[in-house]
């Protein structure tokens, strides 16, 4: 009963952060077409830097749910901005397809070694432990951060970017965020229900409960830069209706796991299809502004993290609720069945029209009269050199 209870109060906690984050991200696309990627990237790991800190010496669930919303905050300014400093340095489709796949590799990496890490490093050493090196860890990057990017000077976007309001009415950025959006949403349900699950039905030591999303974990690093190159050559499009398609089965099969080994497979499919769905979404969103908007991806990202932040935001705090009404395993059909249902949608982005063929359209429509490239006069009004010059004379 008490585990039961628990699933609400442990998923508004880990809802908090995603909370927080989407109240964040509408600002933050504006700011950075205004100030520039490096300044907010900066700001977010100082940030990060303090609810790390604040999480290690958190006593209390307020505390900690502070420390967690506080979070929200700093990885709206680091995701938005990284995100779009890419989407801009790399103005290629392929090659910008490639560099997402590495920084969702990156992403990945993070949530491969944090979930093992954490529980084995609070079974063995303490809770404060994991979060001080994790502190640590932090400074290194801010320091590469004022190494490399040098996050002083203010350097706007030379053009204005398209609103966040008329990006939002855009039917295939929001095709593109959906799918996001219920990808992993899945995952998100699974980070606070999951481990508890495993102590009512497999009686789960703390270690095992972090250790079971490490299959997840690699297989989305796997993903992420395999299908980062792949998606772009098999259409990404069609990349992503294949990873939500298994995203729903990999859910389906997850309450039919007995003991730690019996989820290998499935959190390993689920991982390798979020892989899949994130490395084609990602640099759909940045190549939907260049084909239909103005070029400037501050906007879009803030869009993009915001279908992530509704998944996690959603997922753990409807994942407790429903779980303790009918329980786990139906948790996992729902999730599962919106997957696959949502999944044909992604067909939508197989081919979406450019602003310049509908304006190719208007022009056939309501055809302009040259202005110029058509000679009016003799040519030799305007002679070209000395000898058109005296030809001209003679001709007089």
Known sequence: DFLANENVR??????????????????????????????PMFTGFIIMFLSTLMFAFSGTYTLLFVSRALQGIGSSFSSVAGLGMLASVYTDDSERGNAMGIALGGLALGVLIGAPFGSVMYEFVGKSAPFLILAFLALLDGALQLCILQPSKV?????????????????????????????????????????????????????????????????????TNLFGVLAHKMGRWLCALVGMV????????????TNIYGLIAPNGGLGFAIGMVDSSMMPIMGYLVDLRHTSVYGSVYAIADVAFCVGFALGPSTGGAIVRAVGFPWLMVIIGVINITYAPLCWYLRSPPAKEEKMAILSQ???????????WGSPRDFPLSDSDAEEAEDAE
């Not at 095709?175 to 980070?191: D, I, S, T, W, Y």
């Not at 298994?246 to 796991?257: D, M």
């Not at 309501?366 to 490239?373: A, E, G, L, R, V």
């Open 10 to 39: 442990v998923g508004l906690l880990f809802a908090s952060k995603a909370l927080v984050q989407l109240l964040v991200n509408p600002v933050m696309g504006p700011l950075t077409n205004r100030i520039g990627y490096h300044i």
């Open 155 to 223: 350097s706007p976007e030379s053009t204005k970017g398209t609103p966040v309001a008329t990006l939002l009415r855009d039917p295939y950025i929001l095709v593109a965020a959906g799918a996001l959006c219920f990808a992993n949403m899945g995952v998100a349900m699974l980070e606070p229900t999951l481990p508890i699950w495993m102590m009512q039905t497999m009686c789960s030591p703390k270690w095992q409960l972090g250790m079971a999303f490490l299959p997840a974990s690699v297989s989305y690093l796997v993903g």
């Open 246 to 257: 298994v995203v729903g089965i990999s859910l389906l099969c997850v309450p039919l796991a």
């Open 365 to 375: 429509e309501c055809p302009m009269q040259p202005s110029s490239h058509t000679a």
